[in-house]
């Protein structure tokens, strides 16, 4: 019994079993036929070359279709022209869709390594930020509250020209003044020592950043920022000093200078105050309680031009840098004079 391959197309005698694949090719043999079998053709060079039984003279029905009748054992085998499509890969069993019960903390880590300059500088040793702050909001309120109480007391010595006042009301407006004042300058005191340690540190540190030694002592740092009248010319001198260490003098140096001429006028008038208070007769008090109005409100804008130049400096730290480099187009390319398209034509779209 003859079995044919139905991809190399060679003959097997099977004898009296009946096989499956070729020895050959592995390829699918052919159910046997009673027939004698058609002579092997040679091996396919193509993928599409395969072998086919003779064409037998239709008869009968197949004949009227048009289609040849095969022998007992074949069929035709539609198949695509050209080489053997390539073996699909078996997709690998990925498992489960894993789940978290909480968010998993593994991953890409960043680590960001100081370097040793960074570790060696000694953290500032001035007061803080929060405590300066609130010594001078409580300052600037004592001020303010100091020019409200001596606004009542010059309304008492108008209503006092022609009402004689109650000898309370009159005690405690002059008592009252008396302590505000001296809790404002009590307060002022404190401010002015906090402000100068933190100009102090401040000046270290911006020293020490840039690589440069502090050039004024500290006994002169002191004396120049708490001694009256001295400090009105080296306290304001020392800031813009620290202002040009750090590199923001030119956004500061208008804030200094109007909180320098505010600061002069504040103690032109209080010293005019303090001279005029000794004076006994009606107008002459009723003129240094105005003067001494006049001196509060000064103070308190002094104050908060104070606070607006502390917080110009602490808006930025001294380790950031005051500039910001960013891109910009090269316009030496837009000015070179070189003609992109040709004269009298419009430009490409």
Known sequence: MIQVCSRCGTRWNVRDRQRVWCPRCNGTLLAPSAAPAPPAPPAPSQWSARPTAPAVRPTGQGAQNGLPRLPAGYRWIAVRPGAAPPARRRQRNLGPTPRYVAIPRWGLVERFDAPELD????????????????????????????????????????????????????????????????????????????????????????????????????????????VPIVNLAWAPVFVLELASVEGILARLRRPIAVWWTVWVLSTVVSLFAIATSFTSDAQGIADNTVTTIVGYLIATATMVLVGKVLMGFERRPVEKPAKRWVIVADESCADSGIRVEAEGQNPAA
């Open 119 to 226: 570790q060696q500088v000694q953290p500032r040793s001035g007061p803080s930020i929060t405590a300066l702050r609130a010594t001078l909001i409580a300052t600037i309120a004592a001020l303010g509250l100091a020019a409200l109480v001596h606004i009542a007391r010059y309304a008492l010595l108008i209503i006092n020209r022609s009402v004689l006042l109650n000898p309370v009301v009159a005690w405690s407006a002059t008592w009252f003044g008396i302590l505000v004042s001296v809790a404002a300058l009590f307060l002022l005191f404190a401010t002015f020592v906090l402000l100068t340690n933190w100009l102090i540190a401040r000046r270290s540190v911006a020293f020490k950043h840039v690589g440069r030694q502090e050039h004024r002592p500290l006994w002169a740092l002191r004396a120049g920022c708490l």
